[in-house]
T-cell receptor
Framework: AQSVTQLDSHVSVSEGTPVLLRCNYS??????LFWYVQHPNKGLQLLLK??????LVKGINGFEAEFKKSETSFHLTKPSAHMSDAAEYFC?????????????FGRGTSLIVHP | EAQVTQNPRYLITVTGKKLTVTCSQN?????MSWYRQDPGLGLRQIYY???????DKGDVPEGYKVSRKEKRNFPLILESPSPNQTSLYFC??????????????FGPGTRLTVT
């Protein structure tokens, strides 16, 4: 069985400071992991993905995430927040070992960026 | 432009009145799915389709139907809507194995209210 936990429902940062959005997962096999971003009144957009290649994954808009198997974590980071980063972020896991391709979404983390 | 379109974007209806939400993608994707998004619950998958005439239940299929008669279209049908189906609905698509299988492209969403 797979599950994903986003450890913070809200994260508040000042513009120009680092961003850390935390995600822990549970998977019985080697998972595929994703981060999606949802801006207000928009659909979800893929930020980055991990599919068993390099453990440090770079995405769009300066975001990156590191897959740490020992810690079952896939935290999202960005060195310097921008006002346009304010959005809802979702961590997603897919464990296809049993032939199922049903993704499990975290409950989301709302990123608030202060000027 | 590669995109997933949904119609209508907003819908207010009454209990028991059948409705259909359409979804269409222009990327020749094999995999399509429907999600509902509720506050504090993230996204939950309703149904998915691996290809034409191949559909399967997701996590929350009760009260919904789907069909996949053409590759590009994947309508969501509520035969007898109830107030607990008031939600924000997203359609998504992705390519097959070796084509970014798990990278989903999302539609803009349909906000449904059932009174």
């Amino acid at each position: 069985a797979q599950s994903v936990t986003q450890l913070d429902s809200h994260v508040s940062v000042s513009e120009g400071t680092p961003v850390l959005l935390r995600c822990n997962y549970s998977s019985s096999y080697s998972p595929s992991l994703f981060w999606y971003v949802q801006h207000p009144n928009k659909g979800l957009q893929l930020l980055l993905k991990y599919t068993s290649a390099a453990t440090l994954v770079k995405g769009i808009n300066g975001f990156e995430a590191e897959f740490k198997k020992s810690e079952t974590s896939f935290h999202l980071t960005k060195p310097s927040a921008h006002m346009s980063d304010a959005a809802e972020y979702f961590c997603v896991v897919i464990d296809a070992s049993g032939g199922s391709y049903i993704p499990t979404f975290g409950r989301g983390t709302s990123l608030i960026v202060h000027p | 432009e590669a995109q997933v379109t949904q119609n209508p974007r907003y819908l207010i209806t009454v209990t028991g009145k059948k409705l259909t939400v359409t979804c269409s993608q222009n990327m020749n994707h094999e995999y399509m799915s429907w999600y509902r998004q509720d506050p504090g619950l993230g996204l939950r998958q309703i149904y998915y389709s691996m290809n034409v005439e191949a559909t399967d239940k997701g996590d929350v299929p009760e009260g919904y139907k789907v069909s996949r008669k053409e590759k590009r279209n994947f309508p969501l049908i509520l035969e007898s809507p109830s107030p607990n189906q008031t939600s924000l609905y997203f359609c998504a698509s992705s390519g097959g194995p070796g084509q970014g299988y798990y990278e989903q492209y999302f539609g803009p969403g349909t906000r449904l209210t059932v009174t």
